[in-house]
């Protein structure tokens, strides 16, 4: 198990270059690629086999690791970075200039640009590895078309969209928690180019299209969709460019990295212990919608997101929560709060909800508008990915319906189900 695999790729080559100092304030602007790839069909699946404890757990982890390994595998062969997971979608960057190229892979392999290239030539390159990685992703979708499972046959789709510009990246946290972020409007861009995609589709941002100039005519778009295409087909086929393997960690970045992770599910992973994380269980979740920060023109922001967001952390530590992710793009700038995983209480609900009237409290004097939908339900816990790269996640219904209470919550209110409020119906 490598501990690196629970964090982005540029991040941890950031770690490795500045092992003395805290990645908390370390600011990047990466131009990139970015492709957010969303699969249905895990859900029926994780909702399908939770009724059978350990066992269904077991199951659906096998299913996972059969497709994540050989997709994010895929992914890093074209030299894409798995940004963050959101559930079972994966947002993905490809970098795009020379230098922040050299600085992460530090490789010049045959097909990928050099130091001779122009920067014109070089966004060639990326823009086209992007294109067929996501292309060569729908390709392998077939194998899932059925899937054999103890509680019946079931599929998977996939649906990818691409867009180019600027993320900006950073790490917030304390001496407690870490996370890190990857924010701004290319993410909404990639997330909308998604939503114009149907299943078994890649629809890219006309941006792309531009940027390769006379080259874009390899590119067979089979349909105009106002700013996006839908794309069949390239000829010739971009060259792999992998990213290069990572050297073994000291036990000082180990702890570092660590701080990335709940503490309980480090020291599970410290004791090799992987096989007692992945489960369903019930759980309490909010999932949180804040808006207010300009990440692509205000010079001040990543100071203002320390701000906030330690803060959130502090609140939700406080009441023995877990702050899951922070995450923007598909449905705006969000974070995941869990109460039940990966440790429970007896009133995981009533802290989950005192947790949510502190947020809105807190966000209150930070942000413009915060608006949670919480929801409590069984669902698959775990980890999700494989070896090269994987995040802690939860699963199914409940998460789904927690999220769509947020969407339907008005800015500073908390919808919460009736699932939760039938556990605390005095309060």
């Known amino acids: 198990m490598s501990w690196l695999s629970f964090i982005p790729y540029h991040v941890a080559s950031d770690l490795l270059q500045h092992p003395e100092a805290s990645p908390i304030g370390h600011e990047q602007r990466l131009e990139a690629v970015a492709l957010f790839a969303d699969v249905s069909g895990f859900t029926v699946i994780s909702e399908a086999l ?26 890093e062969s074209y030299g894409g970075i798995i940004g963050k997971f959101g559930g079972d979608a994966m947002t993905v960057l490809f970098p795009v200039s020379s ?98 995609a149907t299943k078994g589709e890649v629809v890219i941002h006309n941006d792309l299209l531009k940027a390769l100039g006379s080259r874009a005519a390899e590119v067979e778009i089979v349909e105009e ?42 020291e599970r992973l410290e004791a090799s212990q992987e096989n007692f994380i992945n489960e369903h269980r019930k759980v309490t979740v909010l999932f949180v919608s804040f808006q207010g920060f300009d990440y692509d023109h205000d010079p001040q922001i990543g100071g203002k997101l320390q701000a906030y967001l330690t803060e959130v952390i502090e609140i939700i530590r406080k009441y023995d929560g877990y702050l899951n992710k922070v ?13 039940g995983a990966p440790v429970a209480h007896e009133n995981d609900e009533e802290r989950a909800l005192r947790c949510g009237l502190e947020l809105i409290a807190c966000s209150a004097k930070h ?41 339907a919550a008005k800015p500073g209110q908390i919808m919460v189900s009736g699932f939760t409020r039938r556990y605390v119906p005095e309060r």
């Not at 000291?250 to 480090?266: E, F, N």
Request: proline share 5%.
């Open 99 to 196: 230098g922040q190229w050299s600085v992460i892979s530090g490789q010049k392999k045959a097909g990928s640009p050099n130091t001779q290239h122009s920067a014109l030539s070089t966004q060639h390159f990326v823009i086209r590895r992007a294109i067929q990685c996501a292309l060569d992703m729908q390709a392998n979708m077939p194998r899932y078309a059925a899937i054999p499972t103890s509680s019946g046959v079931f599929s998977l789709a996939m649906k990818a969209g691409l867009a180019m510009g600027t993320t900006f990246c950073t790490s917030v946290g304390n001496d407690y928690r870490l996370e890190y972020l990857i924010a701004g409007q290319l993410l909404d861009r990639c997330a909308e180019a998604e939503h114009h």
């Open 225 to 266: 969709r106002g700013d996006f295409s839908c794309v069949g087909n390239m000829q010739p086929q971009a060259e792999s460019a992998p990213l290069e393997p990572f050297p073994a960690l000291s036990p000082q970045m180990t702890q570092m990295v660590a701080r990335y992770l709940h503490p309980t599910l480090a």
């Open 50 to 75: 939770a009724g059978s404890s350990k066992t269904g757990a077991e199951e659906l982890t096998a299913i996972l690791n059969s497709y994540f390994d050989p997709m994010i595998a895929l992914i």
């Open 367 to 407: 942000v413009a508008a915060v608006r949670i939908g919480v929801n409590t339900g069984f669902v698959y816990c775990g980890q999700v990915g494989s070896q090269l790269r994987q995040e802690y996640t939860v699963m199914g219904d409940a998460v789904n319906l927690s999220a769509r209470l947020m969407q």
């Open 327 to 339: 995450d923007m793009g598909d449905k705006g700038s969000k974070f995941i709060a869990l109460f």
